[in-house]
Antibody, heavy 118, light 107 residues
């Protein structure tokens, strides 16, 4: 079954760190660019990071630049988001998304909730 | 940064047609996508490259574009179509941009 499954979310204090993961199954992650998109409680979708299929190119939104790092392990079919210096406003459900046609996402995971307390 | 503008809400009666607009600077030169998010669920792609429908998406979902406005149309709206709908486009500066979402209520 083609799917993405996120894990690693949880409760962390402001200033702390957390790494969330996205496991791909039913397809080879190495064939796709991937992104992380988040959704704060009751809010809309916000794209935050993107990585090329080889991992050689990465992009970050201004809101997380310098604090978050995206990476991947194609051999394990895993995508990661390392989050440092977390802020209360980073509280959100974090989704991984499979990028296609260079401009959209055709597959989303179920999301993992990250809660940052003050 | 690039922005996409959607109406906050749209109401429709069962069996009728719902139209959701999405406008942005030079959006007509870009591809628009639409993602459906039912309450408590993950988003699902329902339209890509402005007018194309992914496999498994019902034919009642269609996309169109005129000028700098993209439109998602739901024909013969069903109760199960009640959801938030997000338009999305790719911009060379901002990369992936989402609109703020439109809540479709089926009355």
């Amino acid at each position: 079954q083609v799917q993405l499954v996120e894990s690693g979310g949880g409760l962390v204090k402001a200033g702390g760190s957390l790494r969330v993961s996205c496991a791909a199954s039913g397809f080879s992650l190495s064939n796709y660019y991937m992104s992380w998109i988040r959704q704060a409680p009751g809010k809309g979708l916000e794209w935050i990071s993107h990585i090329s299929n080889s991992g050689s190119a990465t992009y970050l939104a201004d809101s997380v630049q310098g604090r978050f790092t995206i990476s991947r392990d194609n051999g394990k079919n895993l995508l990661y988001l390392q989050m440092n210096s977390l802020r209360v406003e980073d509280t959100a459900v974090y989704y991984c998304g499979r990028a296609v046609e260079q401009d959209t996402f055709d597959l989303w995971g179920q999301g993992t909730l990250v809660t940052v307390s003050s | 940064s690039y922005e996409l503008t959607q109406p906050p809400s749209v109401s429709v009666s069962p069996g009728q047609t719902a139209s959701i607009t999405c406008s942005g600077d030079k959006l007509g030169d870009k591809y628009a996508s639409w993602h459906q998010q039912r309450p408590g669920q993950s988003p699902v792609l329902v339209i890509y490259q402005t007018t194309k429908r992914p496999s498994g998406i019902p034919e009642r979902f269609s996309g169109s574009s005129s000028g700098n406005t993209a439109t998602l149309t739901i024909s013969g709206t069903q109760a199960m179509d009640e959801a938030d709908y997000y338009c999305q486009a790719w911009d060379s500066s901002s990369l992936y941009v989402f609109g703020r979402g439109t809540k479709v209520t089926v009355l």
